[in-house]
Nanobody, 119 residues
Framework: QVRLVESGGGLVQPGGSLRLSCASS????????MGWYRQAPGKERELVAL???????NYADTAKGRFTIARDNAKNTLYLQMSGLQPEDTAVYSC?????????????WGQGTQVTVPS
């Protein structure tokens, strides 16, 4: 079992920045991948950014050039630096981890943190 706790969400004006954090209750050194997802009201959850164990990153087109995902293994924390925020970025942002446990890959989720960008 692993617990993921997000923080850093809030209300920000258009064009502003936020840094989300996701603290893990276990060492993230061996996690296969970690990512940030978001879900806006009435929409399906979508991938925002992903980072693998090896440090490779992948971004949704809407995040490229504005968001940066990073992991600090020493602090067991995943980050999402967001800049140039727009009203369409309003959503609940959740942290995800894929972990190999025994012979099975399990996915864990945090509870989410709300990001609101008023129009």
């Amino acid at each position: 079992q692993v617990r993921l706790v997000e923080s850093g969400g809030g209300l920000v004006q258009p064009g502003g920045s936020l840094r989300l954090s996701c603290a893990s209750s276990r060492s993230i050194d061996s996690f296969i991948a970690m990512g940030w997802y978001r879900q806006a009201p009435g929409k399906e959850r979508e991938l925002v950014a992903l980072i693998t164990h090896g440090g490779n990153t992948n971004y949704a087109d809407t995040a490229k050039g504005r968001f940066t995902i990073a992991r600090d293994n020493a602090k067991n924390t995943l980050y999402l630096q967001m800049s140039g925020l727009q009203p369409e970025d309003t959503a609940v942002y959740s942290c995800n981890a894929h972990i190999l446990e025994d012979v099975e890959i399990r996915a864990y989720w945090g509870q989410g943190t709300q990001v609101t960008v008023p129009s």
